[in-house]
């Protein structure tokens, strides 16, 4: 049976068409595909062609029986003319069409369009023989734009497949050239990638590593912290910093890590990246300073503080450091971001060196924008090292790779600084070289670093060396000399000299040092007021002048300059701890100046040379101070030596004066006798402090007069009762009337006791003035403070005194006059006595001839009970009345002798029931006539007490009494218990 040729162009579609599906290789699917429908269709040309900006480009072409050609744009290329657009872009684009001559030849061309995602991409043309029939009908049709339709997307495949490789390319090549550690893990700290550079530095392959747990290489001591990072990691920012020690082949190293977290499109992290650099060399030498500083500290804290400020600028430099490179650190976000994100320049040239590549950091390092430099030569290389450069660039051209060449480099301002430059050669798809990349780290702080810790180490080589020197003597001329040998070798000048400010208005040259061929600076010896204006700035630590022409100095002083050879200079004050004339805003005093002199050149002074200059100053004066301390410490010990002496002696005194209140408080105090006491006060006063007199007046503020009752005179005149009026004293009397002491001498000379000195202190207390206290002594002598103060105290002892005494008085008369009293209460006592007691017996009789008379009559126990028992009663009350009134006359008696202090009590044993039990029988009638009940409550076994009978039952009784006068009528108390 004869097969349909339509059903084989069918099949041989369908076979082209699984072909392209299922081949993942987008070259070798077109060329399969395009050989497919040439055989199928008996074509002897597959022509595809590409619509691009307005140009029809052939992609790949099949010509029988040869293999099929992929070619690029440009080889057979013309412009889209209206009759192409037409078949192109109109609906029937969809279908095939026949285009019979298309270029003259003999054969038909048939023309497919080929469309990718819904828009036209190109065409498909077959060169078919000189037959006019259409081989695609029907199912064919349908299979061929099928299968178009594949080779379409197969071709743009492939198109994003160059790009892609080229980008692959491209990003392998900075990833193997980056000299950081480059790291993926999963979120179970498997390695999934590793570069080149992470593998070097552990000494292993990327076999050995991948799959492999990164735990493994870590220090066991920073094992927990790094496990925390990837818990860290999985929440916002998705990043951190961290440093951390590993384990390598040649031992432990540090690494600086800047690691995030690689997120899928769900936003869930899946991977982590981590971008590391060997921070070793920086620990070390923090570590390394760090040792250094607490030596420096140590050291320094033995003679001064001065090297503290030396301290603090090392610590500073060394957090700037750090700040740096966890500021480069930072830069590192994302692997897609990962040139612009890099802490390193990174910079890629085409072969003729323009710049195709410039990210932010080397934008940051070299100043250049982007927009100043793509497509420009690399404007980094400095000139003097641009045959260098190029040198460098060619061998990079040829494959070779440099790692960590250290390299000066010029920034946009012109400053130089030191990179180190690690190269690749960036490669085609034909592994043609096809430009460099670079990668360049700033090291110019680490260089800074490392020179300044030489220098460093050099100045406090230089600095200890100074201070033992000035330290073995405390002679001032020794150390000045000493200073400016120092400063001139070390500093490599011609003159070094001090200059000292003597007075206010001169100074001198006290020491100087001169290399050969340099003259002395005698000149130097100038009034003080030309040196300030020539070093007026005394606001900077040193003053330093590179060339005095090129210094804002005016004519004078250049030309004062020129007469001492000078070029060039430093100027250091020496300021010293001392308040005096010339003061600086934090109290120091300027001691003088130390100057270093370049005579033959100008000279550019480096900072480490200022600084040194400005430390030695420091110690210098330093070493001034303890000097003038020490003679000054000599000087003080003197002065406190004497004045020892001094004070012992006022110390013997005040023990004396202090001896001396005590007898005449003692003597005071044990007498209220008011003559006695002034008379010792006087006396002992007079004779303590030695004067030629003393003497103690009373007042008497109603007369306004003042008496001298009592006074002690060696060498001068009495003057016992003399009277004087105080309103003819009334400046004095004021004074001492307000409780002030008041000390005077005489201005024209006193009758009678001559030129003398006096001292009047008043005798007062919280109750006013009672007099005063006068010493006299010889014109020359002043009263001292502390006799002052004693003659002070002891008017206090006699005003005391005194006013003790008056009372004593006053209290004696008191006494005697209720002793009167006393004496005539008892004579009242013993005659009421005597009345009271008469009339009472008269009663009694009475009372008992009434009792017999009313018996004798039948009046109280006759028939008629009514009659018996009213007179009964009457009697009754009459007889309990004249017992009260008995009992209060003997009340008033016992009062009396008690208050004579006559008593003396019989103590007897008496049982209390015995006592209690009466008292409260006797009281029964009255409670029940006051409609009172009464009764006793006793606790048993009561003990026997020693009491006097008549006292106790007198207190009982005048408790119930209370009781039964003190509870309302009908109340069931009083209770006796």
Request: glycine share 6%; net charge negative.
């Amino acid at each position: 049976m004869t097969e349909n040729p339509q059903d084989c162009i069918i099949h041989d579609l369908v076979e082209a068409t699984s072909g392209l599906l299922q081949n993942p290789d987008a070259t070798g699917a077109i060329s399969q595909a395009l050989k497919q429908i040439g055989l199928a269709l008996n074509a002897s040309q597959v022509i595809v062609y590409q619509l691009e900006n307005e140009q029809i480009h052939q992609r790949a072409a099949w010509v029988a029986p040869e293999p099929v050609t992929l070619a690029g744009a440009g080889s057979d290329s013309f412009p889209l003319s209206p009759q192409w657009r037409d078949r192109l872009f109109v609906p029937s684009a969809a279908h095939p069409w026949v285009e019979p001559s298309l270029s003259g030849e003999a054969q038909t061309a048939w023309i497919v369009p080929i469309q990718v995602d819904d828009r036209p991409w190109g065409c498909l043309r077959l060169l078919l023989g000189s037959t006019a029939e259409n081989p695609l009908r029907g199912e064919a049709c349908q299979s061929a734009i099928a299968l178009l339709d594949c080779l379409g997307s197969a071709i743009a495949r492939r198109q994003q497949e160059v790009p892609l490789r080229e980008s692959e390319e491209r990003y392998r090549g900075i990833i193997e050239s980056q000299q950081d550690l480059i790291i993926r893990l999963d979120l179970q700290g498997h390695f999934t990638f590793v570069n080149d550079a992470y593998c070097h530095f552990f000494g292993k392959r990327r076999e050995e590593l991948i799959g492999c747990i990164f735990l493994t290489l870590i220090h066991d001591e920073d094992l927990l912290k790094t496990l925390k990072t990837i818990e860290i990691l999985q929440a916002p920012p998705y990043r951190l910093s961290l440093e951390q020690r590993v384990i390598t082949a040649q031992g432990d190293r540090w690494i600086g890590w800047e690691k995030y977290a690689i997120r899928n499109p769900h936003g869930q992290v899946v991977e982590i990246q981590a971008v590391g650099r060997d921070i070793t060399r920086a620990k070390l030498a923090e570590m390394r300073l760090s040792r250094l500083n607490e030596e420096l500290e140590f050291k320094v804290q033995e003679r001064t503080q001065e090297l503290a400020q030396a301290n603090w600028q090392l610590r500073r430099e060394r957090t700037e450091l750090r700040r740096t490179e966890a500021a480069l650190r930072e830069t590192n976000e994302a692997l897609e971001v990962l040139i612009d994100s890099s802490p390193a320049a990174i910079i890629t040239l085409d072969r003729q060196g323009r710049v195709k590549t410039w990210n932010h950091a080397a934008q940051d390092i070299f100043g250049w924008t982007q927009a100043e430099v793509l497509a420009k030569p690399l404007p980094i290389v400095p000139p003097e090292f641009e045959q260098q450069g190029e040198v460098l660039f060619n061998q990079a051209l040829q494959g070779k790779v440099f790692k960590n060449l250290e390299l000066p480099r010029q920034r946009q301002d012109g400053s130089v600084i030191d990179v180190t430059l690690s190269t690749a050669p960036l490669k085609n798809e034909q592994g043609e070289i096809v430009g460099v990349m670079g990668v360049l780290t700033d090291i110019t702080t680490r260089k800074q670093a490392e020179l300044a810790l030489q220098q460093l180490l050099q100045r406090e080589r230089l600095l200890r060396s100074m201070q033992e020197r000035i330290r073995r003597s405390l002679n001032l001329d020794e150390i000045l000399e000493t200073t400016v040998q120092e400063v001139r070798h070390s500093l490599q000048a011609e003159r070094v000299l001090i200059y000292q400010i003597q007075g206010e208005t001169r100074g001198a040259v006290v020491v100087e040092s001169a290399g050969s061929g340099t003259s002395q600076s005698q000149g130097y010896e100038v009034l003080l007021p030309r040196i300030y204006d020539l070093h007026s700035d005394y606001g900077s630590p040193v003053w330093a002048i590179n060339d005095i022409y090129q210094a804002r100095l005016t004519s004078s002083q250049i030309a004062f300059l020129e007469q001492l050879q000078v070029k060039a200079k430093l100027v250091a004050p020496l300021w010293i701890g001392d308040a005096s004339a010339s003061e600086n805003s934090s109290g120091n005093r300027l001691w003088g100046l130390l100057m270093v002199h370049q005579c033959s050149t100008p000279r550019t002074w480096q900072m480490m040379e200022i600084d040194l200059l400005e430390q030695l100053a420091q110690r210098v004066a330093i070493a001034i101070h303890q000097s003038e301390l020490y003679h000054n410490i000599q000087t003080l010990n003197l002065t406190l030596e004497r004045q020892v002496q001094e004070r012992t002696a006022q110390l013997q005194r005040a023990l004396q004066f202090e001896a001396m209140l005590k007898r005449i408080a003692d003597k005071v105090r044990d007498s209220l006798d008011e003559n006695q006491i002034l008379q010792a006060a006087v006396e002992e006063l007079a004779l303590g402090l030695q004067v030629n007199g003393c003497n103690t007046s009373l007042y008497n503020l109603q007369e306004g007069t003042s008496t001298i009752y009592y006074e002690y005179a060696k060498g001068i005149p009495a003057s016992l009762g003399r009277v004087a009026h105080l309103d003819n004293f009334r400046e004095l009397y004021d004074q001492l009337l307000h409780g002030q002491y008041c000390q005077f001498c005489s201005i024209e000379p006193n009758p009678v006791r001559g030129r003398v000195v006096m001292l009047a202190c008043p005798i007062f207390d919280d109750q006013g003035v009672l007099g005063d206290l006068w010493l006299v002594h010889q014109m020359d002598y002043a009263f001292s403070e502390l006799e002052v103060r004693l003659v002070q105290q002891v008017a206090n002892q006699c005003a005391i005194a005194l006013r003790q005494a008056h009372l004593y008085q006053a209290s004696q008369a008191q006494v005697q006059e209720l002793q009167k009293l006393d004496r005539l209460k008892d004579e009242f006592m013993s005659s009421v006595q005597h009345e009271l007691r008469t009339p009472m017996t008269n009663m009694k009789v009475a009372i008992q001839m009434l009792n017999i008379q009313l018996s004798r009559a039948g009046l109280l126990d006759n028939g008629d009970s009514k009659t018996s028992s009213k007179v009964g009663h009457y009697l009754k009350i009459l007889q309990d009345e004249w017992q009260r009134e008995l009992r209060l006359i003997n009340d008033l008696l016992e009062w009396q002798r008690l208050d004579r202090d006559r008593t003396h009590l019989n103590l007897e044993p008496l049982a209390l029931e015995f006592c209690l039990s009466q008292a409260v029988e006797r009281f029964r009638e009255r409670a029940t006539h006051r409609n009172q009940t009464l009764h006793l409550e006793l606790a048993p076994h009561l003990p026997i007490v020693h009491t006097e009978p008549e006292t106790l039952e007198g207190i009982i009784s005048e408790l119930l009494t209370n009781a039964c006068k003190y509870t309302p009528p009908g109340d069931r108390d009083p209770f006796a218990r």
